[in-house]
């Protein structure tokens, strides 16, 4: 049997002529444990409950009947092998941004009756980098917070979710699909002023909406009156400066 079946069967009957014996009762007993028993049906089939603390193995299974006015007690002794079962996952897809946390999930179940599956940890990677892992919760889910960064390009990247088995359920894992597109940006500026001739510095402040980090490395255009004076490269504190002499009295636009 595989691991989650919910109950042993047996039919019970008469050992000269092969007939079903029926309305006798039936117990069972694994590894030494009673599990209980019943009365065969008009098939002569009897059954009894397999609990889950069986798990995946060789086991020994006892199924006895005690005689009755009619027939002799019988006894049955044989080796039960309680296989692994399957498992399987579904894996939430996610859209996100640079600097956006999204909770990325995967619903761990038993293959067959989609019972779920609690207290498994599941890995979640991103191509073939591993990024986390978490535990399913009571409903099988497990979630983890992933914090999309520039070591990702725009574009769909596959995330996949494994479970590597344990002494009950073999390995499974799924894909799904991460969806990183561009973050929009914001620049903040300083007023400027000065005399016509006058040189002075122009500094504007580069930082990602998404949350709030400063970007270094990238280069801002600079204009005055909608023409572009200049472009300067941001520093590790998201800040872009460049010198500019003032040929009249303007009003300064940072774009």
Same mark, same amino acid.
């Given at each position: ?28 007993s694994?590894d ?12 002569? /089939?009897?059954? &009894?409950n397999?609990?889950?603390? #069986?798990g995946? @193995?060789k *086991? !020994?299974?006892?199924?006895? #009947? ?18 692994? &079962? $399957? ?6 897809? &996610?859209?996100?941004?640079?600097g956006? =946390?999204? !909770?990325l ?6 293959? @067959?009756?989609? *019972? /779920? ?5 599941l ?10 892992? &978490? !535990? ?11 914090? !999309? $960064? $520039?070591?990702?390009s725009?574009?769909? *990247?596959?995330?996949? +979710? /494994? #479970? ?14 991460? =969806? ?6 914001s620049?903040?500026g ?5 005399k ?13 909406n998404?949350?709030?980090?400063? /970007?270094?490395?990238?280069? +801002?255009? #600079?204009?005055?009156?909608?023409? +572009?004076v ?26």
């Amino acid at each position: 049997v595989t691991f989650g079946a919910s109950s042993l069967s047996s039919t019970l009957t008469n050992q000269k002529y092969g007939m079903p014996l029926l309305f006798k009762q039936v117990s069972y007993s694994l590894d030494g444990i009673e599990l209980g028993g019943s009365r065969t049906n008009a098939k002569g /089939l009897s059954s &009894a409950n397999l609990p889950e603390t #069986f798990g995946a @193995g060789k *086991h !020994t299974l006892r199924i006895s #009947f005690n005689s009755d006015p009619c027939y002799t007690p019988t006894l049955l002794k044989v080796s039960l092998t309680i296989n692994k &079962a $399957e498992a399987q996952i579904a894996v939430s897809g &996610a859209t996100s941004s640079y600097g956006a =946390i999204r !909770t990325l999930k995967g619903v761990l179940t038993r293959k @067959g009756d989609n *019972h /779920l599956l609690a207290n498994k940890s599941l890995t979640f990677k991103i191509g073939d980098t591993v990024i986390g892992t &978490a !535990t399913t919760d009571s409903k099988g889910v497990a979630s983890l917070n992933y914090k !999309t $960064e $520039e070591s990702l390009s725009v574009g769909k *990247h596959p995330i996949t +979710v /494994l #479970f590597s088995g344990d002494k009950n359920y073999k390995t499974a894992s799924h894909q799904g699909a991460l =969806i990183v597109n561009k973050a929009a940006t914001s620049v903040s500026g300083k007023d400027v002023s000065g005399k016509q001739g006058a040189v002075v510095t122009l500094s504007a402040t580069l930082k990602r909406n998404t949350d709030s980090k400063l /970007l270094s490395g990238h280069s +801002v255009s #600079f204009s005055v009156d909608g023409a +572009v004076v200049g472009t300067a490269v941001t520093d590790s504190k998201g800040v872009a400066q460049m010198r500019y002499t003032i040929p009249s009295s303007l009003s300064l636009v940072v774009c």
